[in-house]
């Protein structure tokens, strides 16, 4: 009967530290970062539908789910306006954009994505995208200064992006529209 008791106890415990472990396990796999992927000649804006290549400025990257589906964007400004959606935000988890003091407006270089929570930006300058009227990216705030100083617009910070800001600049700028 001890043998027996013994031996119930010890299955339960290992069978309860297997389902601890799995958890943790998929809980360490959520919290990795996932890293930028390169934007493909064919891939499409996951908010407007554009071909995401062909229009110049920053471009933007959006993790998402459990499983981690990228959803690509046309634009800085195509890429906040569908994360501020009160339905998406919970669910976003890793979001990359262009560093653009390096790389060329006309084709933002994948191999120098940046994280956009940690990213500057520049809203309301000279400079188009996609859509028109977008969000300059930078690594550093002192390159968003600068830019700054060269195109106009205001620095701000990814917190500081609302969609009051998104639409004031498409508001100001409606003829410079690419779509």
Known sequence: MLIRNTLKITMTTAFALLLLTACSNEEQTQQAKNTPVAIE???ECHLCGMI????PGPKGELFE???SNVRKFCSTRDLMSWYLQPENKPNSKDIYVHDMSRSDWNSP???HMVNAKD???VAGSSMKGAMGPTLASFAQKADAEQFATKHGGKVIGFN???MDILNSGTAMNMGGMHH
């Open 160 to 162: 500081d992006i609302t």
């Open 119 to 121: 990213a500057w930006f």
């Open 109 to 111: 270089n994948d191999e």
């Open 41 to 43: 000649s064919g891939d």
């Open 65 to 67: 789910g459990r499983k």
């Open 52 to 55: 995401i290549t062909e229009f």
